[in-house]
C-alpha cells in the first residue's frame, strides 16, 4: 500500500515539475517535420488562407461571441481579402513558432509578443484558445497524412497557453 | 540598319519590365520559397538580413532598441526578425493576389507609420533582401525581378 502511494506520489512529482516531458526535442523535431510537408509546393498561400478561414470561421460558429471580435478583419465575407490577409497573419505566426521550436529563448520572445498582442484585444478569453486548440488538434490530422497526435497535443499546448497567459479571462 | 537598331532597342525596351509584373512576382515567389527556409536555416536567413542592413546604415539600430537591436543574437531580436520574415513572407506570396496583398500592405503600414523610418532605410533593408538571398540561392535568382517586387512592397508599407 505504501509503496504504491510511494508510486503514485512519485509520478506526480515527476509530471508536475518536469515541463521538459511535454513537447520535447523529439516531440518538437516530429512536429516541425510533419508540418513542413504543408508546404512543399510555392502555392503556400492558398493553403494558409484556405486553412486559416477554415480554423477562425469553424471557432466562431462554435463560439459566436468570437465573430464580434474579428469584425475588424471582416469576418462576415470570410472570401474576401480582408479576411484572407487575416487567416495568413495567424497561420504565418503558428508557423513562426513552430520554427522556433528548436531556439526556446527566442520562442518564449515571440510568444511573449503574441500574447501582448491578443491582451489589448477586449474580449478575447482564454476559453477561445482551448476550443482553437481543440479545432486545430482535430483540423491538422484532415491535411497531414503523418500525424503524431501526442507529439502535436503537447507542443500546441504550450504554444497556446503562452499566446493566451496575458489575458484575464 | 537603322531599323535594325530601332528595333533591337524596342526589344530591349519590352523586356526590361521596370515594375513588378506577373511574371515577376510569379519568379520572386518560387525562389523565396526557397531562400526563405525553415527551424535553423531561417534563424540565420533573417539574421544575416538585419545584418547587413545595420551595417549599411549603424544609425538604423536605434529603432530598434525594444527588441535588442543592439544585439542580433538576442532572443528578443531573433523573435523580432522571424516576424518580419513572416510579413514578408506573406507580401511575397500574395503578389499575383493584388487584393489581399493590398489588405497585408495597408496592415504594415500601419504598423510603421509614426515610427519615423527615413527612406534610405527601406533602401538598405531592400539590399540585404537582394544580397541575402542572392548569397543563398548561387546563381538562380533574377536580380531585376526582385529589385521591383521587393520596391512594390515597400512603397506599400512607406505608403507613398
Known amino acids: 500500500m505504501l509503496r504504491q502511494l510511494l508510486v503514485i506520489v512519485g509520478l506526480a512529482v515527476c509530471c508536475l515539475a518536469s515541463d521538459e516531458h511535454c513537447c520535447s526535442e523529439e516531440d518538437h523535431r516530429i512536429v516541425q517535420h510533419q508540418w513542413d510537408v504543408l508546404w512543399r509546393d510555392t502555392e503556400s498561400s492558398k493553403i494558409k488562407i484556405g486553412f486559416g478561414r477554415l480554423l477562425l470561421t469553424k471557432l466562431a460558429k462554435e463560439i459566436p461571441e468570437v465573430a464580434d471580435l474579428f469584425k475588424r478583419v471582416d469576418i462576415e465575407h470570410p472570401e474576401g481579402p480582408k479576411f484572407a490577409a487575416h487567416s495568413l497573419r495567424i497561420l504565418n505566426a503558428?508557423?513562426?513558432?513552430?520554427?522556433?521550436?528548436?531556439?526556446?529563448?527566442?520562442?518564449?520572445?515571440?510568444?511573449?509578443?503574441?500574447?501582448?498582442q491578443h491582451e489589448v484585444r477586449e474580449g478575447v478569453k482564454k476559453a477561445h484558445f482551448k476550443k482553437f486548440g481543440e479545432i486545430l488538434a482535430g483540423g491538422l490530422p484532415r491535411v497531414l497524412d503523418d500525424y503524431d497526435a501526442l507529439a502535436w497535443k503537447s507542443c500546441l499546448k504550450g504554444i497556446l497557453t503562452k499566446i493566451a497567459s496575458k489575458l484575464n479571462a | 540598319m537603322k531599323i535594325v537598331l530601332v528595333l533591337l532597342a524596342l526589344v530591349a525596351a519590352a523586356m526590361a519590365d521596370h515594375h513588378c509584373g506577373t511574371l515577376a512576382g510569379l519568379?520572386?515567389?518560387s525562389e523565396w520559397g526557397r531562400a526563405y527556409g525553415s527551424g535553423h536555416d531561417r534563424e540565420a536567413f533573417a539574421q544575416a538580413i538585419w545584418r547587413a542592413t545595420f551595417a549599411q546604415a549603424p544609425e538604423s539600430r536605434d529603432l530598434f532598441k525594444r527588441v535588442h537591436g543592439e544585439d542580433t543574437s538576442h532572443p528578443e531580436f531573433i523573435a523580432h526578425a522571424e516576424r518580419v520574415l513572416g510579413g514578408l513572407d506573406i507580401a511575397?506570396?500574395?503578389?499575383?493576389?493584388?487584393?489581399?496583398?493590398?489588405?497585408?500592405?495597408?496592415?504594415?503600414?500601419?504598423?510603421?507609420?509614426?515610427?519615423?523610418?527615413?527612406?534610405?532605410?527601406?533602401?538598405?533593408?531592400?539590399t540585404s533582401i537582394l544580397h541575402v538571398v542572392a548569397a543563398k540561392l548561387g546563381r538562380c535568382w533574377d536580380r531585376e525581378a526582385?529589385?521591383?517586387c521587393i520596391e512594390h512592397i515597400e512603397k506599400g508599407i512607406q505608403g507613398h
Open chain 2, 146 to 148: 526582385w529589385d521591383h
Open chain 1, 94 to 116: 503558428l508557423d513562426m513558432t513552430i520554427n522556433l521550436l528548436d531556439d526556446p529563448p527566442a520562442l518564449a520572445a515571440a510568444l511573449d509578443h503574441l500574447a501582448h
Open chain 2, 27 to 29: 519568379k520572386v515567389k
Open chain 2, 92 to 126: 511575397i506570396n500574395t503578389l499575383d493576389q493584388p487584393e489581399t496583398l493590398k489588405e497585408e500592405l495597408d496592415h504594415l503600414q500601419h504598423q510603421h507609420e509614426g515610427r519615423k523610418i527615413p527612406d534610405n532605410y527601406f533602401d538598405a533593408f531592400k
